[in-house]
């Protein structure tokens, strides 16, 4: 128990100064200094980082922050949902997500009208169709240079699609230039099935098998000194990395479930989701280490994330300095 | 537009009195009521109606009413979440559970406490391992009798799995029997997936394809004469089901998309999320028709969920006993 | 702890039938259930019942079950704001609330359409301003019939207006006639403020205390041999009420707070606003008794209100018929 | 409608190099950016700046942030609760808050132990009893000092109150220096009423009027050029501004409303409550003009407030540097 020490702003601050600030702050403030500093404390340990990526961040504009994440290895593990790979490819191909005003701008959204204009609507963006058909050409492409007598995994599935984009920005290429895998469970639920169907509707091979990634993500998991999850939003992605830690076995220090844990949500508990479930709940089941430092931060991904992530650039780059 | 008129209510009244006296109140309460409006239109057309289910309703006590949507084909189509099935097996295999107070009781919760004692933690709900214990040997059990030479679509291995379950109040066991296919694409997402995992570690065959299921809910939905969703919570679920409509060709009438929506969630678009997306904005997409009835109901499905069938079920009634 | 026994629907059942099969639920369907067995209780003992009601009840249609609960004495004491006093009054005179459609509609909201049609907008209801010219008239005639000499206590106003109400579906004007005080803390935040303010700029004298009501609520509170809390929503209400407890004494059998609490909000902690605090937490400042039977329902209260009450109706009905 | 254009973060990058960034993304950082850029516009005009503030934001630690906007004259008026006031002045006296841990470490919080050491908790904060009896000597000194034979608006008497503080970081001593008048229409809702209340049982003369301030405040806003609303949570503060335009005459342009609104809250629209109610509907009943600047925020205050104090504070040091 410490005094509640109130933040102060000043012109010119920089985040991190402004998050070290809320350390003695409490709700929403504290969480978010606790946060960076149970990041910061990863880096500094030998941590193997997943994070998981649910909501439609992408085109929120959040692409350039994630892939910096992997470029430079702040994440060595991807788990997101089929959407969020779907947008990534769209603006590696060249294509655009459009911001439209909705609320408190006399400009009224028609959804109908947006229908009329081959325009789809996710909350205050716009995308084309004309970006899907560019998506269709080119998955059909990556189809077909895979080998139609043999299964693969999903991760592998998205490793080809991150090796046949050319977009230093994109989440998928730098994860592959990074060697950083990407898994993605539920890939039927988003375009990317779409065009698998249809792929195979034509009678064209394509095995990819549900249950592989496991192995891989398990053996990830065990292999690891320690262990951190950043969970962005809930879904499948955070339930598909916890659950990795109900399958391995303790360490040999007694060790359980992971050591580090960061959650961002706007999920609350109160309607018993496993998406707004709290990290102590998830230590009931092992996922979360009993003596684990963990941390909810409830708030919109696009703007704690990027707090979060300068302030924990600007602290690597204080201790690379000070060696 | 027209007059607010209040509800009423008298002791002994029944649920469908309650709800149709909420037709004309705004709010929740007025939603609801129209969403019971629309479930009974969708009844009287013939409409193939899909539920798409996330968030732990089983154990929280709705497995009943939805295995009876499912016996009196209330419902045509299951598409959910791993954890639903698993707990839904986990209660036909004889387990069950178990009620833990939390809030404004004296006896507070200790997830270390109930990690010693294995038991895991679901909110205000709990399960014992040993539950998860026998899950394990049903499954292997079902694996053991699948062909490890050929492959299955997921829903092929759920049906498998309703086939050897005997409890008639199953979910699973009671679609089988009613010929309700069951549709879960993150199913590597859920116990089943580490079974599978650890089951294939053994070196034993067990191929499931990813995309196979797309193809026969693709079908259902184009052949369907009307398109019913009725929506349980976001995730994987909801986006798979209206994705669907992304690839149906239009109807004769030029229709798209599904004809009927009633959407029950506590999530809120203002984070951007799909499962907190409007059906409004699905009719950009084109998943939701432009001249659909649709609602959404913000409230717990635990309580919106048993009000919304009571009164469905009361309207059938009556419509038989007028016939 | 007691197994989780899944609620069943039938049609034709009644509220009560449904609630009471959502005991052996968790979540919200649990909470609800309690909720119903707790208000039970409440009137079995010789409990003084307070209601606090925050959030536009009124206009989005439950002003009927809110005064069937004044007149039948399911209620006590009322506190509440100006806004649900103002739309109560606005109905007492013959005005309506009008209900328009929002989402999942092809009719889009235009708020500056609804500006120059001179209709103001609640969320999906909207009220015309010349509903606000007659409340003009109303108070002003209210406020000359008041002795410009004495002070008054926000009660006595409240008081006043309800007796010249003649509307016997009126919240203030049952009030009256069952005798049940109603209490504003911020009545000045309301349009009856405002036109409190105009009177007062044409020189007329009008005298309302802002802190005299406190002498009489803590009368009542101290007076009753149990005390019960009915909280709909959070906001000024549940505080004014719940710190009543604040300056009671505790009682010869050292209970202190109020024996019986039930809370109906969508707000939930994590933000840590009074609105969205637990009841449990009103433990550690003495609000809420250290046994007292407390449970919150996060739900609209649109939906959770019409539902416990009728609940609660019949298990009154079966007790008389017990007797 | 422009193309999304993501934020990228560095270390050691400034806050307002951050919120700058944002402006090209959608959900919550684009609305935080244009929520900036909002108050930047309004200090370039001679804007008037109303501040509503609910919420246990002072306990939480945003007392700094706040004390520093007034001092610094970025905000004009204030609009509070009760508890803000009580907050500041326990501080001011020399007590502290505590920050407890609550979710996500080893120790579970017990409200009735802490009812036992006599802490009172808000959320993740407690406060010591011996606290409030501080205040209770306190508000007696100041309540002796007034004249008992007057009677006194509620911003006169919190005027009182800051001009008996000597700290210097107090909300209410700084607005009392800075010639910012505080209103607090529920202030009985509040230990100031609990205390009011027993002052007045003693027999004292203590004469407080509930409307007195509505004149005060609204000559203010038809005294402005131009209006402008930071709104941080709902409740009667936001509520008790907003109506003030709802008696001001249009401008001589036609302008009516405020000019300028940024509203920065957690709760959504889709309850009906006037907390969540967006600034679109504000338009409607004129409280927001038609043409006016105006954001939503949905966000942690916590988080939210102090991001966006640093980055304005920025951008008006680098306009006074162009000067």
């Not at 593990?77 to 191909?93: C, K, M, P, R, S």
């Not at 898994?183 to 169907?197: K, R, T």
């Not at 195979?200 to 095995?207: E, Y």
């Not at 960061?262 to 230590?283: C, F, R």
């Amino acid at each position: 128990m410490h005094a509640i020490k109130g933040v102060k702003t000043w012109g010119g601050m920089t985040v991190d100064e402004l998050v070290s600030g809320m350390r003695g702050c409490a709700f929403g403030a504290g969480r978010l200094a606790k946060a960076v500093d149970i990041y910061e404390e990863m880096l500094n340990e030998d941590t193997t980082k997943f994070i998981t990526i649910a909501g439609a961040l992408v085109p929120a504009g959040m692409r350039d922050v994630i892939a910096e994440m992997v470029r430079a290895r702040y994440v060595d593990v991807i788990i997101t949902t089929g959407a969020n790979l779907v947008h990534d490819i769209i603006e590696a191909l060249g294509a655009h997500h459009y911001k439209i005003m909705e609320e408190e701008s006399n400009i009224k959204i028609d959804d109908l009208e947006l229908r009329e204009q081959s325009m789809a609507r996710i909350y205050d963006v716009v995308v084309h169709d004309a970006a899907f058909a560019q998506l269709e050409d080119f998955l059909r492409a990556v189809f077909e240079r895979m080998n139609p007598d043999r299964s693969y995994s999903i991760r592998e599935v998205i490793e080809l699609i991150g090796a046949n984009l050319s977009d230093a920005n994109s989440i998928l290429k730098s994860a592959v230039d990074a060697d950083v895998p990407v898994f993605c469970p539920a890939i039927a639920d988003s375009m990317i099935g779409l065009h698998a169907w249809i792929y195979k509707q034509m009678k064209r091979g394509l095995h990819v098998d549900a249950f592989d990634d496991m192995k891989e993500l398990t053996d990830i998991f065990c292999d690891a000194e320690h262990t951190g999850a950043i969970i962005l939003g809930g879904g499948v992605p955070k339930n598909f990395l916890l659950q990795t830690a109900l399958v391995a076995p303790a360490r040999a220090d007694g060790r359980e479930g992971f050591d580090f844990a960061i959650q961002i949500t706007t999920d609350t508990p109160e309607n018993g989701s496993l998406s707004g479930a709290t990290l102590e709940e998830a230590k009931s089941w092992g996922k979360i280490g009993r003596d684990a430092k963990a941390v909810t931060v409830y708030c919109d991904a696009t703007i704690a994330l990027p707090v979060l992530f300068a302030a924990v650039q600007a602290r690597s780059m204080n201790r690379s300095a000070r060696r």
